[in-house]
């Protein structure tokens, strides 16, 4: 199982890099159809946020994984939340909205496979 948060802690870097470095062609791939200043600025964030979960889980000594898996697991969560919250709303992009909420719920629910299955680690 191990490998398998190994691959998804790799996947949340190259797609957080791709959001610091080419933040308007990342939110056109997903469908956003105008990508303003303002949503490359939070495209970047955001993906520097991944760079960091990724980073972290792979870094991280054995016995600490489980804390960042945990705190990953959360973020996942907020953030489909989110997206099917706003993507519910008219002036947000149906393909844009259900390919983020693809990325985060995909990630999601692996997540939650695995903190189940380990039991959830704070410490």
């Known amino acids: 199982m191990n490998d398998r948060m190994k691959v998804l802690a790799g ?12 933040p308007r062609r990342f939110a056109a791939a997903v469908g956003v159809s105008e990508p ?16 960091a979960m990724g980073a972290g889980y792979l870094t991280a000594a054995q016995h600490e994984r489980g804390r960042w898996e945990t705190f ?6 907020s953030d489909t939340v989110a997206g099917l919250v706003w993507g519910r709303r008219p002036e947000v992009s149906r393909r844009a909205a259900l390919s983020l ?9 692996i997540g ?4 189940v299955r380990r039991g959830v680690a704070w410490h």
Do not use: F, K, N, P
């Open 11 to 22: 996947g949340r870097i190259l797609l957080g890099v791709a959001s610091v470095l080419a």
């Open 112 to 115: 939650v496979t695995h903190v």
């Open 72 to 77: 990953s697991l959360a973020i996942d969560l």
């Open 101 to 109: 909420i693809a990325i985060t719920a995909g990630y999601a629910a």
């Open 36 to 51: 303003s200043s303002e949503l490359a600025y939070m495209t970047q964030v955001y993906g520097a946020r991944a760079v």
